[in-house]
């Protein structure tokens, strides 16, 4: 078990909470200050994919904004990728949404997209807290943070039918003084889950072709790895 260093929040539950205190920037619109998972960030998240959300941070209720993020999102990947269509270029990266679980104890979860080198997802190396998984081009979970590599071809992007963009979305929690996460398969595996259902909206507002190979409901296969075999029991 992993966990941050500070003392526990009187009667948190170990878990992660996550909620929208921005999408994109710009100001709130009317309407309640605090909102349920499905509310947040373009209704991305519904059903299981809406309780991992609240897994993740221990809260119900999130901090809302009523920004639209997607159309924003696509058009700075779309320039990523005209100023450097084979990634090798940094040029940046854009933030999709915080997710701020209005409980005080409750983290916060940002998710960014970017551009990404061709190397760069055939990599066999990763962080000791994160752990491969069968997802687009490769996936990493961890209980802090993780990577969803897919790759998109789109009328939107010119040259992406022969040279196709590289995208990489990536989430990373964080908590207040007090907080804790407990480092589990259940837990990480809740996180790449909130992560997909990010990038596979943002494939469709790209007009990826077949959704950047993401499947419309995500499946988890982990890949065995020495630090801990496929065939390990979920904790």
């Keep these: 078990m992993k966990i941050w260093n500070a003392a526990r929040a009187a009667g948190a539950v170990l878990a992660l909470s996550l909620g929208v205190s921005a999408c994109g920037g710009g100001t709130e619109d009317e309407g309640p200050r605090f909102v349920g998972a499905e509310k947040l960030c373009a209704g991305i998240l519904s059903g299981d994919t809406a309780r ?3 897994t993740i941070v221990g809260a119900k209720t ?11 999102t696509a058009s700075a990947i779309e320039g990523f990728y005209a100023d450097s269509p084979d990634g090798r270029k ?5 933030e999709f ?3 701020a679980g ?8 940002s998710v960014n997209f970017g551009i990404y080198r061709a190397g760069d997802a055939s990599r066999t190396t990763h962080s000791a807290s994160q752990y491969p998984y069968r997802l687009g081009k490769r996936a990493l979970a961890g209980f802090d943070s993780s990577t969803l590599y897919f790759e998109c071809v789109s009328s939107q992007m ?4 022969e040279l196709p963009a590289r995208i990489n979305a990536r989430s990373r929690l964080s908590g207040p003084e007090g907080w804790e996460v407990e480092d589990t398969r259940a837990t990480r595996e809740a996180h790449l889950t909130v992560l997909h259902a990010a990038a596979l909206a943002v494939a469709k507002e ?5 959704d950047g190979g993401l499947p419309e409901k995500v499946v988890l296969e982990p890949i065995a790895d020495r630090a801990e075999p496929s065939g390990a029991p979920a904790t």
């Design 206 to 210: 790209l007009g990826c072709e077949n």
């Design 90 to 94: 940094y040029v940046g990266s854009k």
């Design 102 to 109: 209005s409980a005080r104890e409750a983290g916060r979860l």
């Design 52 to 54: 991992a959300m609240e």
């Design 62 to 72: 999130f901090g809302r904004t009523g920004n639209d993020p997607l159309e924003g």
């Design 97 to 99: 949404c915080v997710f």
């Design 158 to 161: 010119d040259g992406s039918d």
